[in-house]
Structure formats: structure tokens, C-alpha cells
């Protein structure tokens, strides 16, 4: 292994270190999930709940400012047309590669800790209090079952 300008490289690849000290963008070290985005960006979810998009080598803190509904994110899907889907503590967020905006929220309110688009196109989302999931059909919440604890 040998380090040189802050790079890494081992067996043939080569890493560099991001720390938030150098990158104001990114608001922590610490991260729990990561998606490629349609546009090529990577999407992080940090140990705090923070969505972080990393693109053209620069961190940036997605807020409600950016068009997400919440403040904290607990999920992330990537479908298979390419958009992303974030369960928010407020609702569903949706990226189609431009523009990051709220899915429905007249109609998903709440925490939610798991999204996912099937290959329908139907979005699946539980609420994270009471473990109740849901599908999105036609315009429409349905209830579809409750996890076990």
C-alpha cells in the first residue's frame, strides 16, 4: 500500500479519503447506505440521517431547500427506469435525474423507514411507528399488511 496527494492505492486500485474537515458538503464520516444515481452521482445516507449527494468530486447536504420533504432519510430505492425513491421522516421523496421533489404528500405523510418501486412501477413504503405497509396504486394508499416486531 502507498499513499501519495492524499491518494490510496492497494492491489492495483486506487482510493481517496473524504473527510468532512476538507469537504464542507459532507457533514459526516459515517455512512450507512450508497446508490448510484441515474445521472451518475452516488446518494449517501449518513449514520445521522442526512442525504448526501456526491457529484463532480463535491459533497452536498440535501435539505428540505433542495426539494426533500423531510429532514431525515431512512431508505433509498433505485428502480429499475433508473429514479430514485427516499423514505423520509415526512413522507416519500422522488428523484428522476433532474429535479428532487416530494412524492404525493397530500397523501404519504409520516416517518417512514422503508421505500421500494416495483417493477410495475407501484411504490411500497412502511411507516415506521407502526410497522404498516403500504403500496401506491392508481393515486391511492393501500393497506397491505403490518410486520411482525
Do not use: C
Not at 421500494?116 to 407502526?130: C, F, K, P, V
Amino acid at each position: 500500500m502507498a499513499t501519495l496527494d492524499g491518494l490510496v492505492r492497494f492491489d492495483g486500485y486506487q482510493f481517496k479519503t473524504y473527510q468532512t474537515v476538507d469537504y464542507p458538503g459532507l457533514p459526516s464520516n459515517r455512512l450507512v447506505k450508497l446508490q448510484e444515481g441515474p445521472d451518475g452521482s452516488i446518494w449517501m445516507v449518513s449514520e445521522q440521517r442526512y442525504l448526501i449527494r456526491f457529484l463532480n468530486n463535491q459533497f452536498t447536504h440535501i435539505q428540505q431547500a433542495d426539494g426533500l420533504n423531510g429532514s431525515l432519510v431512512y431508505d433509498m430505492h433505485l428502480d429499475d427506469d433508473g429514479y430514485l425513491s427516499f423514505a423520509t421522516d415526512q413522507g416519500i421523496s422522488f428523484f428522476d435525474g433532474q429535479e428532487l421533489k416530494p412524492f404525493h404528500p397530500e397523501l404519504i405523510r409520516g416517518t417512514l423507514d422503508r421505500v421500494y418501486a416495483d417493477e410495475t412501477g407501484n411504490i411500497w413504503y412502511r411507516l415506521q411507528n407502526s410497522l404498516e405497509n403500504y403500496r401506491f396504486d392508481r393515486g391511492r394508499s393501500v393497506y397491505v399488511f403490518t410486520s411482525p416486531n
